[in-house]
């Protein structure tokens, strides 16, 4: 994921959401999510970040922290301020150096995509 790509919806640091955000696009976050993310395109999560739930997209970046699983149809970018305590799934994985991951990965670039993409 490269930072020319186009960022739909940004949700700030001083958010905090309880819920479900669906998003048939990308989504930024930086503030505080409690509950699952899922979106057609990208996920970005930033250095001030904190989830508390599954993340489902085409890929995820996170620089931030997040608890709970990762489902990504492309590629996980896991950032050297990432901390990440769950299972991750993608075709693609990519790890900076200074990340905690705690959890189960599982990547293989022949697997389908699993996740369908919203309606």
Do not use: H, W, Y
């Amino acid at each position: 994921m490269s930072n020319e790509q186009l960022v739909e919806s940004v949700i700030g640091a001083d958010v905090e959401i309880v819920g479900t955000i669906k998003s048939n696009g990308s989504v930024r976050l930086d503030g505080k999510l409690e509950g699952e993310l899922v979106c057609g395109g990208n996920a970005v999560l930033g250095k001030n970040a904190q989830v508390k739930g599954n993340v489902t997209a085409t890929s995820v970046a996170i620089e931030g922290r997040i608890e709970g699983n990762i489902l990504a149809r492309d590629k996980i970018e896991m950032k050297s301020t990432a901390t990440v305590n769950g299972d991750i799934k993608a075709r693609r994985l990519s790890v900076e150096d200074g990340v905690t991951f705690v959890g189960r990965s599982e990547v293989n670039p022949k697997a389908p995509a699993e996740a369908a993409p919203l309606r």
